[in-house]
Structures are given as structure tokens and as C-alpha cells.
T-cell receptor, first 116, second 109 residues
């Protein structure tokens, strides 16, 4: 596709429900990032993939959060037993590669998750 | 202490004004630096990279001070359309891009 695609755009979940958020990066992009953005805050790093390898998951808030990218393309962020504090915009970004270069991140429009 | 810190603002400036934002980072091994712009309810978009020698793109100038571990963004001749949140982003050297909380700019007529 032309850009990073995320779905759903909005998700309302009842507390305790499991949710799955999808990210379809730009074709051929090696690196994929997930960020969580609370209202009025900057994006907070969650996890990072290079191809199918999850190289860093240090930002995942708890073991209720799980991310995968099994074929090195589409990624899914799963949140189990959602809590109200999980309410935020979840942003996915991809880039062609990442290293000590000035590579540009392309962001999707995000999934706004509201947990009631 | 946060790895990347910014003054959240808001900075309210009239059209035509010059405004500057600073951002400090804590990891001295950080390798690359960026400014992103985020409009309300939109995704962040790259505004410019920040090079060691400083760089300019039209009305925007970015500078890096490694000794003091801060980067800056200067906007000259502010336009109404510059109203947005400006995010400082740092590659900490482990290929992890860390965002600041953002500085909100509001340009008024």
C-alpha cells in the first residue's frame, strides 16, 4: 500500500476483554515499531521488530501485552484482559531499515483504544 | 529522569514571530536526532533530521549541542499553519527511537 495502515481506527473494549490491533507496514520496510500515546503525551516506545525478529520489547507495560510479526510484514499487538489505563492511541511505524542513519519513520493513523 | 525532555508549552506566538524550542537527552551515546511534527489527532511526521553541523530547511533551523546534550529547533516568520506539537526524537544508540513529550506551538493572527 501507499502508507502504513492500522486497523481498527477506533476500538472500544470492556475492561477484561482481549483486543488485537493490526499494523500493515509499507511494503519492503524492514523495521516496525509500536508506540503508545496517551492524551497530551509523546509516543512511548513499546516494541521493535526487524523483519520477524522482535529485537526489543522493553517498553511493553506488562505481560498482558504481546506483539508479533510472524512473516516479517504485518504485525499484531495483542492486549489481554484490558484495563482502563490501557486507553490510549496505539501507533505503528515502519522504516526501510534502521541503524545509525537518519532514517525516516512512517506512522500509521493509529488505533484509538478506549477501555470502559 | 526521562531520556528525552521537552518543555510542553504551550508557546503562544503571533504570526511572523521567531520561536525556539529546546530538547535535552540523557544518553550520551545517542547517535541521531530528529524533530517530528504532530497535528491534533494526527500521526507524527518527520519535520527534519538534526545534523552535528546544524541544518536549515526554509524557515526551520535545527542545531545539536553534544557537549550539553541538547537539540534545538528555531522557527522564523511563524505561520498559522505552524501550529502543532513538535516532538524531539533521539536514537539512543540501540536502534530505539525515543520521543519527548512534545512542545505545543500555537500561532495566532
Amino acid at each position: 500500500g501507499a502508507g502504513v495502515s492500522q486497523s481498527p481506527r477506533y476500538k472500544v473494549a470492556k475492561r477484561g476483554q482481549d483486543v488485537a490491533l493490526r499494523c500493515d507496514p509499507i511494503s519492503g520496510h524492514v523495521s516496525l515499531f509500536w508506540y503508545q500515546q496517551a492524551l497530551g503525551q509523546g509516543p512511548e516506545f513499546l516494541t521493535y521488530f526487524q523483519n520477524e525478529a522482535q529485537l526489543d520489547k522493553s517498553g511493553l507495560p506488562s505481560d498482558r501485552f504481546f506483539a508479533e510479526r510472524p512473516e516479517g510484514s504485518v504485525s499484531t499487538l495483542k492486549i489481554q484482559r484490558t484495563q482502563q489505563e490501557d486507553s490510549a492511541v496505539y501507533l505503528c511505524a515502519s522504516s526501510l531499515e534502521l541503524g545509525f542513519t537518519n532514517e525516516k519513520l512512517f506512522f500509521g493513523s493509529g488505533t484509538q483504544l478506549s477501555v470502559l | 529522569r526521562k531520556e528525552v525532555e521537552q518543555d510542553p508549552g504551550p508557546f503562544n506566538v503571533p504570526e511572523g514571530a521567531t520561536v525556539a524550542f529546546n530538547c535535552t537527552y540523557s544518553n550520551s551515546a545517542s547517535q541521531s536526532f530528529f524533530w517530528y511534527r504532530q497535528d491534533c489527532r494526527k500521526e507524527p511526521k518527520l519535520l527534519m533530521s538534526v545534523y552535528s553541523s546544524g541544518n536549515e530547511d526554509g524557515r526551520f533551523t535545527a542545531q545539536l549541542n553534544r557537549a550539553s546534550q541538547y537539540i534545538s529547533l528555531l522557527i522564523r516568520d511563524s505561520k498559522l499553519s505552524d501550529s502543532a506539537t513538535y516532538l524531539c526524537v533521539v536514537n539512543t544508540g540501540t536502534d530505539k527511537l525515543i520521543f519527548g513529550t512534545g512542545t505545543r506551538l500555537q500561532v495566532f493572527p
